[in-house]
């Protein structure tokens, strides 16, 4: 069984940098597709960023420019590095996967996922 484990969230300041790490077990050779998805208070689940097993990204326009995702097949660990926070940036962020290479992989395909961690907490604040 895949799961998946968020870490690397906190409470920062405006302006500032946070990198998130998303560890993966179980059939991580089968993932064809991860992402980071976030939500917060009130609102939908929101796309961030995609990577597919060929390294191809892909970015919600709101992050682009700010947040890179990236990932490490010997650690078996997806990333994404935030600079530049703003405040609106607060949520749960929640690192995603699935395994089907005849999806595609963007940021917004959350509705493709089959697993999921539990996510990460984000707060933006001064």
């Known amino acids: 069984e895949v799961q998946l484990v968020e870490s690397g969230g906190g409470l920062v300041q405006p302006g500032g940098s946070l990198r998130l790490s998303c560890v993966v077990s179980g059939y991580t050779y089968s993932m064809t597709c991860m992402g980071w998805f976030r939500q917060a208070p009130g609102k939908e689940r929101e796309g961030v960023a995609a990577i597919d097993s060929d390294g191809r990204l892909s970015y919600g326009d709101s992050v682009k420019g700010r947040f890179t995702i990236s990932k490490s097949n010997a650690k078996n660990t997806l990333y994404l590095q935030m600079n530049s926070l703003k405040p609106e940036d607060t949520a749960m962020y929640y690192c995603?996967?699935?395994?089907?290479?005849?999806?595609?992989?963007?940021?917004?395909?959350?509705?493709?996922?089959?697993?999921w961690g539990k996510g990460t907490l984000v707060t933006i604040s001064s």
């Open positions: 995603a996967a699935h395994g089907n290479p005849g999806l595609y992989c963007r940021y917004y395909n959350y509705h493709d996922m089959d697993y």
